[in-house]
């Protein structure tokens, strides 16, 4: 049903509203699209969780596992598809101002955790090496924290053009892009690559199946979150530019005039979008972690799987322990 405003309710259109409008739907269109990835591969996938985590006992790896394959997804579609239903409401915007640096950092913080686990495992589950690569995960966590708190205190979200599409950003300390929450991840992600290339260099003579699956998974997420971090650090930098990609008029529409807005509050552009990076997380992730329970089970009879008792099963699904049986399988 096409909406009907109230008197005075739109405001007059600006000469980037053309733009902004075409911008914004090309966003949601692709927010949308990798929402639908994220469910396909699900279910290409379920099969193979049922079989292969579902049998795991509760511990770190699986918890890890379910917030990211469920919990993740959940709040991608919480926060990505209100904004593409006709007209957004400033309640949403309100919702989403307060809860999207969270859901940047959600996503790391479970990207990083699997890749601590991982990196961990194959130096030998060394408590030196599982002490070091925490402190230095607890020192990219607080310093995406602190700067998630400051985004959540010196920015808010509007509803720009009443009754329109669209939530669109602003910060009383424009100074400071909102890109700098990837810098730290992107440095420990790279960290993590290093240790795992090495371990594979130190180890390649005797082609330890479970090494080779970790540093090819390892490489493969960092090539491809790398690419989606510089993008969108390039783009919010004005490095590179994207036509009629969400770019906001320097023109303050009358609803927005003072007092609401001070002359200390710029409009923000708000070129980036992170949700092709957390739907790029969320799959990533849970591939990572299938593909480590897949060399469990590949010593496995698939006529085995059925007379299996529950106890032998779970035996079967170990932790990430490079000195495992089931993990040291031999091409």
């Known amino acids: 049903m096409p909406h009907d405003p109230a008197a005075g309710e739109y405001t007059p259109l600006d000469s980037g509203a053309p733009a902004n409008f075409a911008g914004l739907f090309r966003k949601n269109y692709l927010d949308l699209a990798f929402i639908a990835i994220i469910f396909y591969d699900h279910?290409?996938?379920?099969?193979?969780?049922?079989?292969?985590?579902?049998?795991?006992?509760?511990?770190?790896p699986k918890y890890i596992f379910v917030l990211n394959r469920y919990f993740l997804?959940?709040?991608?579609?919480?926060?990505?598809?209100?904004?593409?239903?006709?007209?957004?409401?400033?309640?949403?915007c309100n919702f989403a101002d307060r809860w999207q640096p969270w859901l940047d950092t959600l996503a790391l913080v479970i990207s990083q955790g699997i890749l601590v686990?991982?990196?961990?495992?194959?130096?030998?589950n060394s408590k030196r090496m599982l002490r070091f690569l925490c402190t230095?995960?607890?020192?990219?966590?607080?310093?995406?924290?602190?700067?998630?708190?400051?985004?959540?205190?010196?920015?808010?979200?509007?509803?720009?053009?009443?009754?329109?599409?669209?939530?669109?950003?602003?910060?009383?300390?424009?100074?400071?892009?909102?890109?700098?929450?990837?810098m730290p991840w992107i440095a420990?992600?790279?960290f993590l690559l290093i240790l795992t290339l090495a371990r594979y260099y130190q180890q390649r003579n005797e082609l330890n199946t479970t090494i080779r699956l970790l540093a090819r998974d390892s490489l493969s997420y960092f090539a491809v979150m790398f690419a989606c971090m510089l993008f969108n650090v390039l783009l919010s930098s004005s490095v590179i530019t994207v036509p009629n990609l969400i770019k906001v008029?320097?023109?303050?529409?009358?609803?927005?005039?003072?007092?609401?807005?001070?002359?200390?509050?710029?409009?923000?552009?708000r070129p980036l979008d992170y949700s092709p990076v957390h739907s790029l997380v969320c799959i990533a992730v849970s591939r990572m972690s299938l593909n480590i329970r897949g060399l469990a089970f590949k010593d496995v009879d698939v006529d085995d799987l059925t007379t299996m008792s529950a106890l032998e099963m779970t035996s079967r699904t170990l932790e990430f322990k490079n000195t495992d049986r089931a993990l040291l399988v031999q091409p």
């Open 188 to 190: 420990f992600d790279g």
């Open 73 to 92: 997804p959940a709040a991608i579609c919480l926060l990505d598809i209100p904004e593409c239903i006709y007209p957004v409401l400033d309640s949403y």
């Open 43 to 60: 279910f290409l996938t379920l099969d193979v969780e049922i079989q292969q985590i579902w049998t795991l006992q509760w511990k770190i």
């Open 136 to 182: 230095l995960f607890a020192c990219s966590f607080g310093a995406v924290t602190g700067f998630s708190i400051w985004v959540s205190i010196n920015t808010f979200q509007v509803d720009w053009y009443i009754g329109e599409a669209g939530c669109w950003g602003y910060s009383s300390a424009p100074g400071v892009p909102y890109y700098i929450i990837l």
């Open 249 to 269: 008029s320097v023109n303050t529409p009358p609803h927005l005039a003072a007092p609401k807005l001070t002359p200390n509050y710029y409009p923000t552009i």
């Open 117 to 124: 686990l991982r990196a961990s495992a194959i130096y030998d």
